[in-house]
């Protein structure tokens, strides 16, 4: 399973949704009328953008995540080969004992079936660890966007920029880097990122607590 692109992914969707989110809210409702005759246009638009590859590199929460969805993905990998060497040398056997006539025809014909269970729980065990994998992604998608959403709307409290762009590869064409603080926007979520509390194992042969 190649992974190395999916927080760089991640980050791009989270930082065009808070984009889109930020637009909606600005939007004047039609059926507001008392409201939007009260708001004013700004008479200066600020405009920001952050490198989303650099929140890849840089933000700690990315490459802590990162490295945790690669060594669930080669886990992953590593069952299904195991799994599925297991199963071809079964059936590589088979073919050879077959061959030999070693088996009767009912033996053969039951083991034919073991072998065709065995192949259909492994398809079985492949969708079920990808759902899995998928599930874990989404679970540090959200949390991804959900903790750039929360730096940046306490970071434009002061900043008070009217739209903050997400700059990934070419889709800016052109970006003063007067505007980029991207580097005021990591530092701020490195700040706020709290690591996730270690796992504490059993000791080898520790008593068990005693039942009151």
């Known amino acids: 399973m190649n992974k190395k692109n999916i927080f760089r992914t991640l980050a791009v969707a989270a930082m065009a949704t808070i984009a889109m989110t930020s637009c909606d809210n600005s939007a004047p409702k039609m059926d507001e009328k008392s409201q939007a005759a009260e708001q004013t246009a700004p008479t200066e638009l600020k405009i920001a953008f952050v490198e989303v590859d650099s929140i890849m590199t840089q933000y700690t929460f990315c490459k802590d995540y ?17 799994k599925q ?28 079936a073991s072998l065709q269970k065995q192949s259909a729980d492994l398809e079985g065990l492949n969708q079920r660890l990808s759902n899995e994998f998928a599930a874990e992604s989404e679970k540090y998608s959200n949390a991804l966007r959900d903790s750039i959403q ?23 064409l052109y970006a ?24 504490a194992e059993p000791k080898k042969g520790a008593a068990a607590p005693a039942k009151k």
């Open 150 to 172: 929360h730096f940046l709307a306490k970071y434009n409290k002061d900043k008070k920029f009217s739209i903050i762009l997400s700059k990934s590869g070419d889709n800016l």
């Open 66 to 82: 990162s490295e945790i969805l690669q060594k669930k993905g080669q886990n992953i990998q590593n069952t299904l080969e195991a």
């Open 85 to 112: 060497r297991q199963l071809q040398q079964a059936a590589a056997n088979f073919q050879q004992k077959l061959q030999q006539n070693a088996y009767t025809r009912e033996q053969a014909e039951g083991i034919q």
């Open 176 to 199: 003063d880097k007067a505007f980029d603080i991207t580097s005021e926007v990591i530092a701020g979520l490195n700040k706020a990122y709290k690591k996730p509390a270690a796992k």
